[in-house]
């Protein structure tokens, strides 16, 4: 049976749920995520390239997918570094050195002169890509206040989304307007000008009071929390946070070594698990490859690069619903929901797919394109409406804080890895099994993707990250192999 938790008097009166954010912390979050908009944007755009720079840069489909999945590979190790390299230098400044790599990496892409050239600079915007991912929930759930962490810590997602379906409206404009044989370069170098934002933006932030404490700088912690906080919040937080910092005051330096503890070992795994099954339902070979794969059902390409705005537009949509409903549900409630809503619409794409007829009458038939994008329509209502928005809160959420940035990047790095993997094969599994057959696997995978979430993801809803801590440490140090995590107390879902 596992323990009961114990709970300080100053971790018992948590947060009062009424209170309102300051304003300030609006401002920091809207900052940071233009690293999430950067995102979305620079793994969107090729979606569209793709299609264009086949020609010029003489691509099989073996460097189409090296081209596409370069950038995960440099995203995993992007993410790896910047979370080693955010608890020395602190998330502020990991931030600001991202995005002048995005910068770079968004020129040299639409000046590359080969696939040679292409491939590297994919890799380069990858490790700000990955940075980002690693570096920016994690800024921004250590600055805002435990009653808007969920809120806030989702506006990453909504940008990431957000800038996925600029890229596909930039796509399909300049197309339109100039054709993109002759204009795919533009649709690269654009990344440059949120970029520019980014930096200039940082630069007038502070860092996280968290990391401040951890650093010994009490004073400037306080200072911040005084600007992101209601004033009756100050003080308790304040003490939370020395009361963990105490605690960890004779420990060692953070590092991956700490994995030697049973408990740490397990909840690393979790979080691993958590940042995988999100990669495995394949939602980025809809976000990178959806122009190939409707014009391999029948659609024209001004129409597949038309319809891709869909699929970005439903993205944004489905995101403000996930913003809403972590103001109303568990995140464990919301990750089964979209786990299970994912495979299940996995199922409905590769049946269409496989049931369908590609000609009728000799003619393409076209309604199996349109029903095979009202497929991925609602794939990604579940995905980003619940799945992607509460994999990034929880990342953020469950790691302690003196190993977050460490544990964080460990996960991310988990998670592009599958990403890269997935994206590199999925031209080569389209060749060989085809549409349904890919679509299939995927739905298979997420059956043993839906036993994890049952058995493993924890609650964290309505605590503090220090009370998460704890929570977690008292449940993991007890067989967690032979029970689901029990629910939130209700003591603490009252603050």
């Known amino acids: 049976m596992a323990k009961e938790q114990y709970i300080t008097p100053s971790r018992a009166s948590g947060p009062n749920s009424e209170t309102p954010a300051e304003p300030f912390v609006k401002v920091i979050a809207v900052i940071a995520t233009l690293g999430g908009l950067l ?42 570094f910047s979370g080693h390299f955010a608890a020395a230098a602190g998330r502020r400044k990991i931030i600001i050195i991202l995005a002048v790599i995005f910068a770079v990496g968004a020129l040299g892409t639409s000046l ?48 990431i989304v957000s800038g996925q379906m600029l890229a596909y409206i930039s796509n399909a404009g300049f197309n339109a307007a100039w054709g993109g044989e002759s204009t795919w370069r533009w649709m690269l170098a654009i990344a440059t000008i949120p970029a520019v934002a980014l930096w200039f933006g940082m630069m007038f932030m502070p860092d996280t009071p968290r990391w401040y404490a951890m650093k010994g700088r009490l004073a400037e912690a306080r200072k911040v929390l005084e600007r992101t906080r209601a004033k009756g919040d ?105 786990q299970f809503g994912c495979t299940a619409c996995l199922l409905f794409i590769g049946a269409v797919s496989y049931l369908m007829p590609e000609t009728i009458n000799g003619e393409v038939d076209v309604f199996r394109g349109y029903l095979v994008l009202l497929g991925m329509l609602m794939f990604l209502s579940f995905q980003q409406g619940a799945l992607s928005p509460v994999t990034w809160l929880l990342l953020s959420e469950i790691f302690p804080t003196r190993l977050r940035g460490i544990f964080m990047g460990g996960a991310v790095f988990a998670m592009w890895i599958a990403n890269f993997l997935i994206s590199l094969t999925f031209p080569l599994l389209l060749a060989t099994v ?52 029990p629910a939130p107390k209700r003591e603490l879902e009252s603050h």
């Open 434 to 485: 085809g549409l349904a057959g890919a679509f299939f696997i995927f739905a298979f995978i997420g059956l043993f993707g839906a036993l994890f979430v049952i058995k493993c993801v924890p609650e964290t809803r309505n605590r503090s990250l220090e009370q998460i801590e704890h929570y977690l440490h008292d449940w993991l140090s007890d067989e967690v192999e032979t029970r689901p995590m």
């Open 234 to 338: 100050v003080d308790w937080e304040m003490t939370e946070i020395e009361e963990t910092l105490a605690e960890d005051e004779n420990r060692a330096p953070p590092s991956l070594r700490e994995l030697k503890k049973p408990w740490l070992f397990r909840l690393f795994l979790i979080g691993v698990g958590v940042a995988v099954i999100q990669q495995l339902s394949g939602v980025n070979t809809i976000m990178y490859y959806a122009p190939t794969m409707l014009k391999a059902v029948g659609m024209s390409t001004d129409a597949a690069l038309f319809a891709t705005i869909a699929n970005g537009a439903i993205s944004v949509l489905m995101t403000f619903v996930g913003i809403w409903l972590l103001g109303k549900i568990g995140r464990r409630t919301m990750t089964m929901i979209g």
């Open 39 to 80: 995102f979305g944007y620079d793994t969107g755009v090729i979606s569209g390239a793709l299609l264009f720079m086949g020609n010029e840069l003489h691509l099989t489909p073996f460097t189409t997918g090296l081209v596409t999945s370069s950038l995960l590979f440099g995203a995993a190790f992007g993410a790896l």
């Open 112 to 159: 590359a002169p080969d696939v040679h050239w292409m491939i590297f600079f994919r890799l380069v915007l990858g490790v700000a890509v990955g940075g980002a991912a690693a570096t920016v929930p994690v800024y921004i759930a250590e600055i805002a206040p435990a009653n808007k962490r969920g809120q806030l810590v989702t506006l990453q997602e909504l940008m």
